[in-house]
């Protein structure tokens, strides 16, 4: 995305991706910083760690407590998350989230960027995930409502869903009931399997609005380019190139 990005931007650069151990993780970002690369994006498991080795963090990353860019600004390396964004902008791509009733599924660092999100643009949040007790801390960390588990979906009056949970990612598979699915809604998954997950099949047969996992990762994507160009890549160029490679 990013490669095909640049070519349409007419910028002269390249992006690579690096499979790096934990343990060599900050001689990495040392020696990005010293080669003067511009900009990092930053994949599993490093997400929380990189936070140390930043110059500086953004508020959101530090709220979220996770980083997935480290962009090059005079000499320093600044910390942002914009995964949030890129689930914000794919739920908006369908309407506006504020005042809205959502539920976050899961509790992990993919909710927790999910759950500031939601918040940021003005959403009541409820977080459900098998382990009560994770969803529990998340709630009061991030001002979510509540917490509860998975089964009490089906008694909330939401307009919003998100799947951040990982089933679904290796075996098709749904987090909830069918039943729990509410026509009128939307749904967004974040696993993105290649084809459509369960829930999403499950939440377009009853009525809801499904959205692909794949919107957020082109949405956040475009906001990686615009924190270093401070230029608007075309989507569709992004889109092209995610369909090509998946
Ligand atoms: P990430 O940081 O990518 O969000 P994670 O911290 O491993 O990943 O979180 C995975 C999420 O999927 C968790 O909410 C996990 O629930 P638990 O907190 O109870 O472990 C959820 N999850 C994984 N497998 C699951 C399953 N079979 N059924 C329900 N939830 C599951």
Redo the contacts with the bound molecule.
């Keep these: 995305m990013h490669n095909a990005a640049f070519a349409a931007l007419g910028i002269d650069a390249v992006y690579l991706a690096f499979d790096v151990p934990p343990a060599r993780l900050e001689a990495a970002v040392a020696g990005c910083r010293s080669l003067g690369v511009r900009q990092l994006a930053i994949s599993?498991p490093h997400k929380e760690r990189v936070l140390a080795l930043a110059d500086r963090v953004d508020p959101d990353a530090r709220a979220i407590g996770a980083a997935n860019t480290l962009t090059l600004e005079g000499s320093a390396f600044v910390a942002s998350n914009t995964d949030w964004i890129g689930l914000v902008r794919a739920l908006e791509r369908a309407g506006a989230l504020a005042g809205c009733q959502a539920v976050v599924?899961?509790?992990?660092?993919?909710?927790?960027a999910a759950v500031f999100g939601l918040r940021e643009r003005g959403a009541r949040v409820v977080v459900l995930?098998?382990?009560v007790s994770?969803?529990q801390n998340l709630a009061a960390d991030l001002g979510a409502e509540r917490a509860g588990p998975?089964e009490a979906l089906r008694d909330i009056p939401y307009d919003v869903l998100v799947n951040?949970?990982?089933?679904g990612l290796t075996r098709d598979?749904s987090?909830v009931a069918a039943e729990a699915l509410r026509p009128g809604t939307r749904v967004l998954d974040a696993v993105y399997a290649g084809s459509r997950t369960r829930l999403l099949r499950q939440a377009a047969a009853r009525g809801a609005r499904p959205i692909e996992g794949k919107w957020m990762l082109i949405e956040q994507a475009l906001e990686q380019l615009r924190l270093w160009t401070g230029k608007e890549a075309p989507r569709e160029v992004l889109e092209a190139a995610f369909d090509a490679a998946t």
């Design positions: 599993l599924l899961g509790a992990g660092g993919a909710a927790r995930n098998r382990t994770r969803a998975l951040t949970t990982s089933v598979a987090p």
